[in-house]
C-alpha cells in the first residue's frame, strides 16, 4: 500500500480565491511545489481534496473547475516534473442545494474514494488543510495527522484547530517538514 499527503486546493496548495473558476486568477502558493517534491522523494502520494460548492451553487461548472486543476498542474511541472499532484478529488455538492453527501468535508469520502482507487494507507496517510473542516475529514478517516495551514483562511482557525490537538504550520511546506519523518 501508499502513503500518501490529502492536501486541500484553496488557501493550502493555490492562493485562496473566493469561488475561484478561472486558471489566470490561479497562484501556487511559495513552497508548495518544494513540498510535493519532499512528498515524492519520502515515496508518498500527493492527492489534493476539495470541496467546490460553487458547482452546487451553479457559480461555475466542472469544465470550469478542471481548468483551474490544470493550471495547478501547468505551473507545478514548471517547477519540476518531481512537483506535480498525482490525484485530484472533488466534492461538487452542497447541502443546501443538492442535499448531504458523503464527500463534502469534514465528511472523509473523498480520502476513503482516493483510498480504494489509489490502494493509499490513510492510517499512515496525513491531511493539511486551511479550515478545521480539512482537519475533522482527516480525523474522520482515520489520517495519522491532520495538520492545519496558516495559509488562506488557517489564520482564522488556528486557535480552535490548537483546542482540538490539531497540529499547525506556517504553510504546506513547513506542515510536511513536521510530520514526514514520524510516519
Ligand atoms: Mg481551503
Ligand atoms: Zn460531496
Do not use: W
Not at 452542497?94 to 453527501?101: R, S
Not at 493509499?120 to 495551514?149: K, P, T
Amino acid at each position: 500500500m501508499k502513503k500518501a499527503y490529502f492536501i486541500d486546493r484553496d488557501g493550502t496548495l493555490n492562493v485562496e480565491v473566493s469561488y475561484l473558476c478561472e486558471p489566470d486568477k490561479t497562484e501556487i502558493i511559495p513552497r508548495c511545489a518544494e513540498a510535493i517534491r519532499a512528498i515524492h522523494l519520502a515515496g508518498f502520494l500527493a492527492v489534493v481534496v476539495t470541496n467546490q460548492a460553487g458547482i452546487a451553487r451553479g457559480m461555475y461548472s466542472v469544465t470550469e473547475m478542471m481548468s483551474v486543476h490544470v493550471r495547478i498542474q501547468k505551473l507545478l511541472l514548471e517547477q519540476g516534473s518531481d512537483c506535480t499532484v498525482d490525484a485530484f478529488y472533488y466534492c461538487p455538492h452542497h447541502e443546501k442545494f443538492t442535499g448531504e453527501c458523503p464527500c463534502r468535508k469534514p465528511q472523509p469520502g473523498m480520502l476513503q474514494q482516493a483510498a480504494a482507487a489509489l490502494d493509499i494507507d490513510v492510517e499512515n496517510s496525513v491531511m493539511v488543510g486551511d479550515r478545521i473542516s480539512d482537519l475533522y475529514a482527516g480525523r474522520n478517516a482515520g489520517c495519522r495527522f491532520s495538520v492545519l495551514v496558516k495559509s488562506g483562511y488557517g489564520v482564522n482557525h488556528a486557535e480552535m484547530a490548537e483546542q482540538e490537538n490539531f497540529p499547525v504550520a506556517g504553510d504546506l511546506y513547513e506542515a510536511v517538514a513536521k510530520t514526514i519523518g514520524k510516519i
